[in-house]
Structure formats: structure tokens, C-alpha cells
């Protein structure tokens, strides 16, 4: 089992697009700003994307009050330079609204409980605006070069899965043929609506109003046009993401469940000939090694406090080893693999943020 060296593969010039996947609650947005502040710290110009990130990371980092745009980030004595961003869907689909409609509809369908939920909680739609910012991001640099690498933090889901697939079901509702004849939206040359289909349109006015079913008519036919302008340039984007410009990392946590969902994912971006990187294995209980003076006063004395040291000291060796045990699975998929040890403080600062990936080209991998 190799060891993933993020410092090496933070500072090969070719990679540009860097990707945190794996399934929630493993840490993929505190490891995206890891990556992203340890490669500014090594001379990148790098712009992180990060998802909606804990208030502690936040104000690590210095986000408050980030917006859908790169704001520049103060991070002193590093050779490169730093912006972060946090993601927003519904953002996204205003602007896309506001370009594609007057302003007064504009108003009315964002006050439209279906506009709401299409453009924040539908499946695929936080994966669909970040593979559109990705692109965009991507083509700004290309044209300003502000900066040369961009670290993303996927989206959250209950499956690690969730972002290569997203979009597709994203772009399938718009183009679902059975919607568009229902709302009345053309389907050919003529537009054309069978009796059936003007039966249920008028079934559905009546059950929704005359107002609200017009108002979700005006917001889908906006909506197949924002689709429409995301998949015009979806194909560029794919086509980096699946170049040597570009890298996944998966993210797990020590545990079989987050392991075996990180291990489904290595096996899919494999299949799929996508550029993954390696594993970075996150919140791994630190083993570290008492000397053999003081497990033997310990032992000894058997005071309530040398007690305390010796049975938490093997209770964290106990974690660690089942930690291990856990991890074991990822070994015969044949890519390389990180531990980031758990830092039972936190993180409090951009140095204490970039360090948690820094040493990680030092450490064995059993």
C-alpha cells in the first residue's frame, strides 16, 4: 500500500482541477480547505469551492460572510495565493432566472414554492451548479490567470455517488418528455398536444390554480433554458475532469461503513477512467507511544491519575487498531492512501487548517 503525498501532488503544474468526493460527514469540506491552503502555502494561486462549511472552519478561514464569487483569503508567509467560495445553488438559479425572464417574473417565481425546491432541493441540482462553476472557474483562469488550481468540495449526499451522477438526472427532468407535454411545452416542430395530454394540462390548472400552475410553467420553460446553457458547456467540463489536468481525491472516514462507500467510489472513478489520485482516510486516531519509563511508573504507582494515563492510552491503541482494521478493505484497490490524524482541538486557524495535510508525505502506510 503506497502513501498519497498531497505536497506532491499539490505542486505538479499540470493538475488544475483538484476534487474532494466521498459520502457526508467524513470531512471533505475541512479537507478541501486543508488542500486548498496547504497547496497556496507551496506557491499555487488557488481558489477553493467549498460546500457550506461549519462555522469553526468558517472562521478559520476567514469566510464570513462568502459569497457565490472568489473572495481573496489572507493567509500570511504563503509563496501563492488564496480565494474560497462557498457554493450556492439557489444563487446560480437566480442569475439563470434573471437572464432569462422580465424582472416582474422573475419576482413572482421566486416567491414560487416550486422554484424554491427545483432550485434547492431537488437531487442533482447542487451537483449540476457545481460542475457549471467548475467550468466557469476554469475558463477564468484560462483567460485572467488568477489563479491556477481549484480545489472542490462536493457536494454533500448520502452517497458518494451522488456527484458524478447528479447532473444527469438534473438534465432528464428537463428533458423529460411527459413534463414537457403536460406544461404545454413544445415537443417538435409544431408543438403539438394530444387531446390527452390538453386533458391533463387543464387537470392540473384546475388543482393548482390558474396563477401557480402558470407561474410553474413560466419557471420550467426558464428552467429548460438554464439546463440548456449549463449543457452548452457541461461537455468542456467533462472533458477536463476526465483529462490529466484534473484529480480526485476520495475522502473516508476510519469506520467500514464511510470505507466501503469510499471503496464503491474508487472502483466507480476507475471504471469510469477518471483521474483519481488516492485516499485520504480522515480522523484517524493518533497513536502515540508512551516511553517505557513511564508506563512502568504507571504501572508501579497505580495512582488514580497514572490509571487514568495508562487506560486512556490503551483505549485510543484499541481505536487506532480497529481504525486500521477498518481501512484494511481499501488496500487491494490499489491506489495510494493518507491518514489524517484527528485533532482533538480542532481547527482554529488557516495554519492549524493547513497543517492537517502537511506532513502526510512522512507518514508510513502499513
Not at 203 to 212: E, H, P
Not at 306 to 333: C, D, F, G, N, Y
Request: charged share 20%; glycine share 8%; proline share 7%.
Amino acid at each position: 500500500m503506497t502513501t498519497l503525498a498531497p505536497d506532491h501532488l499539490l505542486t505538479d503544474p499540470a493538475l488544475r482541477v483538484l476534487l474532494c468526493v466521498g459520502t457526508g460527514g467524513v470531512g471533505k469540506t475541512t479537507l478541501s480547505a486543508a488542500l486548498a491552503v496547504r497547496a497556496a502555502r507551496l506557491g499555487r494561486r488557488v481558489v477553493v469551492v467549498t460546500i457550506d462549511p461549519a462555522r469553526r472552519l468558517a472562521q478559520a478561514m476567514g469566510l464570513r460572510g462568502l459569497a457565490h464569487e472568489p473572495t481573496a483569503v489572507p493567509l500570511e508567509g504563503a509563496q501563492g495565493t488564496l480565494a474560497a467560495m462557498m457554493l450556492d445553488a439557489r444563487h446560480a438559479f437566480d442569475q439563470a432566472l434573471a437572464a432569462g425572464c422580465t424582472r416582474d417574473e422573475a419576482d413572482r417565481i421566486r416567491a414560487n414554492p416550486f422554484y424554491k425546491s427545483l432550485s434547492e432541493a431537488f437531487s442533482g441540482t447542487q451537483e449540476y451548479v457545481a460542475m457549471e462553476k467548475i467550468g466557469e472557474l476554469s475558463r477564468q483562469a484560462d483567460t485572467t490567470g488568477a489563479w491556477d488550481l481549484i480545489v472542490v468540495d462536493t457536494p454533500p449526499s448520502a452517497s458518494a455517488l451522488d456527484f458524478l451522477d447528479g447532473p444527469s438526472r438534473l438534465e432528464a427532468l428537463a428533458h423529460n418528455p411527459l413534463l414537457r407535454v403536460v406544461l404545454g411545452l413544445p415537443r417538435g416542430p409544431l408543438g403539438f398536444l394530444d387531446a390527452g395530454a390538453a386533458l391533463a394540462t387543464r387537470a392540473l390548472d384546475a388543482i393548482l390554480g390558474g396563477r401557480l400552475f402558470g407561474d410553474l410553467r413560466t419557471f420550467l420553460r426558464v428552467f429548460e433554458r438554464v439546463v440548456l446553457t449549463f449543457e452548452s458547456h457541461a461537455a468542456g467540463t467533462r472533458a477536463l475532469l476526465a483529462s490529466d489536468r484534473a484529480g480526485f481525491v476520495v475522502v473516508a472516514g476510519p469506520r467500514p461503513g464511510p470505507v466501503a462507500e469510499a471503496a464503491a467510489l474508487v472502483r466507480r472513478l476507475q471504471h469510469d477512467r477518471l483521474p483519481l489520485r488516492g485516499v485520504l482516510v480522515n480522523q484517524v486516531t493518533p497513536l502515540v507511544s508512551l516511553p517505557a519509563d513511564v508506563l512502568a511508573s504507571a504501572e508501579s504507582r497505580a495512582d488514580q491519575s497514572q490509571l487514568s494515563v495508562l487506560t486512556q492510552h490503551r483505549r485510543a491503541m484499541q481505536r487506532h487498531a480497529a481504525e486500521l482494521r477498518a481501512i484494511e478493505p481499501l488496500a487491494p484497490l490499489g491506489v495510494p492512501i493518507g491518514r489524517v490524524s484527528l485533532h482533538p482541538g480542532g481547527v482554529n486557524d488557516l495554519r492549524s487548517v493547513g497543517d492537517l495535510v502537511a506532513g502526510l508525505h512522512q507518514q508510513p502506510v502499513p
